[in-house]
């Protein structure tokens, strides 16, 4: 898992090597949201290839083959981050991993929901799941030309709007939860300040969530959300990751590289205006995580047609 994760960094790197060039300040960052979108799906493509038969038991059981499903979301992740990372065809890997993600939610976590409606576990991974579909159909509509674009857009924005906002709220719920994707796992002892990242993370989200929604200020809200998130996974998740992968147990390493790689995804928002259409490009990490795409959000009201 870790050396797919590797090898995708490099590939993502050299193909990102003249825009980050070009860039300046935060505008480096942003030059690597491919990166930060690819790598994740790396790791996890190549976890469900290593651990398949384990997966295996998430696929709903009136699927027939159910080993050989795991085995294809599998290779199908390994396809998309590969073909992100080059920017190779995204038009493609962005609009069918947003689409796979949707049917994951419809048939694998809405029946959770059902099950358990009062957890509120499986309505943050519904959520989760849906800006990463969002993120993905962003993706696609920045390697897009013509029509449909506008759609792809909202789509998206709404999306990851929409998780930011319940994201926000979920962290001033349950501040002392890992911030970002706020799911069960706590935050450790030994991070020093840990209610006050969850509430500060919790602030920015809810700013930024309002923000994309509405379409205002939105460069300044996804970039500073997205460079936020960076800065937790460099520095929380970095040492979670490193505390689980010196621990014995399979299933820590697994859950420390889950977190990790999932922030990585959630964790590039970024913007840049357009002065020819009066629109605003949003980047945002998102993968089996969150919205990390360059695209194009007009502003709320805005006809694009």
Same mark, same amino acid.
């Given at each position: 898992?870790?050396?797919?994760?590797?090898?995708?960094?490099?590939?993502?790197?050299?193909?990102?090597?003249?825009?980050?060039?070009?860039?300046?300040?935060?505008?480096?960052?942003?030059?690597?949201?491919?990166?930060?979108?690819?790598?994740?799906?790396?790791?996890?493509?190549?976890?469900? =290839?290593?651990?398949?038969?384990?997966?295996?038991?998430?696929?709903?059981?009136?699927?027939? &083959?159910?080993?050989? &499903?795991?085995?294809?979301?599998?290779?199908?992740?390994?396809?998309?981050?590969?073909?992100?990372?080059?920017?190779?065809?995204?038009? &493609?890997?962005?609009?069918?991993?947003?689409?796979?993600?949707?049917?994951?939610?419809?048939? +694998?976590? +809405?029946?959770?929901? @059902?099950?358990?409606?009062?957890?509120?576990?499986?309505?943050? +991974?519904?959520?989760?799941?849906?800006?990463?579909?969002?993120?993905?159909?962003?993706?696609?509509?920045?390697?897009?030309?013509?029509? $449909?674009?506008?759609?792809?857009?909202?789509?998206?924005?709404?999306?990851?709007? +929409?998780?930011?906002? @319940?994201?926000?709220?979920?962290?001033? /719920?349950?501040?002392?939860?890992?911030?970002? %994707?706020?799911?069960?796992?706590? *935050?450790?002892?030994?991070?020093? $300040?840990? #209610? #006050?990242?969850?509430?500060?993370? $919790?602030?920015?989200?809810?700013?930024?969530?309002?923000?994309?929604?509405?379409?205002?200020?939105?460069?300044?809200?996804? *970039?500073?959300?997205? *460079?936020?998130?960076? =800065? #937790?996974?460099?520095?929380?998740?970095?040492?979670? /990751?490193?505390?689980?992968?010196?621990?014995?147990?399979?299933?820590?390493? %697994?859950?420390?590289?889950?977190?990790? $790689?999932?922030?990585?995804?959630?964790?590039?928002?970024?913007?840049?205006?357009?002065?020819?259409?009066?629109?605003?490009?949003?980047?945002?990490?998102?993968?089996?995580?969150?919205?990390?795409?360059?695209?194009?959000?007009?502003?709320?009201?805005?006809?694009?047609?």
């Amino acid at each position: 898992m870790c050396s797919a994760g590797i090898l995708l960094f490099v590939v993502a790197l050299w193909a990102a090597k003249s825009d980050i060039a070009g860039a300046s300040g935060l505008d480096k960052i942003v030059a690597l949201s491919n990166l930060c979108f690819a790598i994740p799906l790396a790791v996890f493509g190549a976890e469900h =290839l290593s651990g398949a038969r384990f997966i295996m038991l998430a696929v709903p059981s009136y699927m027939p &083959w159910r080993l050989f &499903w795991a085995y294809f979301v599998g290779f199908a992740l390994l396809a998309a981050s590969l073909s992100i990372a080059t920017k190779i065809q995204v038009r &493609w890997s962005g609009l069918l991993f947003g689409i796979m993600m949707l049917l994951f939610v419809a048939m +694998i976590h +809405i029946p959770r929901v @059902f099950a358990s409606p009062g957890d509120r576990i499986p309505w943050v +991974i519904v959520v989760r799941e849906m800006s990463f579909a969002g993120g993905g159909w962003i993706l696609a509509e920045n390697a897009m030309r013509g029509q $449909g674009k506008s759609k792809l857009i909202t789509v998206g924005r709404v999306l990851i709007a +929409i998780a930011a906002l @319940f994201f926000g709220v979920e962290h001033f /719920l349950h501040p002392a939860g890992c911030p970002g %994707v706020p799911l069960e796992k706590l *935050t450790p002892a030994w991070i020093p $300040g840990r #209610l #006050l990242i969850g509430y500060l993370t $919790g602030a920015i989200l809810l700013v930024a969530g309002a923000s994309i929604l509405l379409g205002n200020k939105t460069r300044m809200a996804a *970039t500073y959300l997205g *460079t936020w998130i960076v =800065l #937790l996974v460099l520095f929380l998740y970095g040492p979670i /990751l490193i505390a689980q992968m010196s621990d014995p147990s399979t299933a820590a390493k %697994v859950e420390g590289i889950n977190y990790f $790689g999932g922030h990585a995804a959630v964790c590039w928002s970024d913007s840049r205006a357009r002065q020819r259409d009066a629109t605003h490009r949003l980047s945002a990490c998102g993968l089996c995580g969150w919205v990390r795409s360059s695209s194009s959000i007009p502003k709320a009201g805005q006809n694009t047609s």
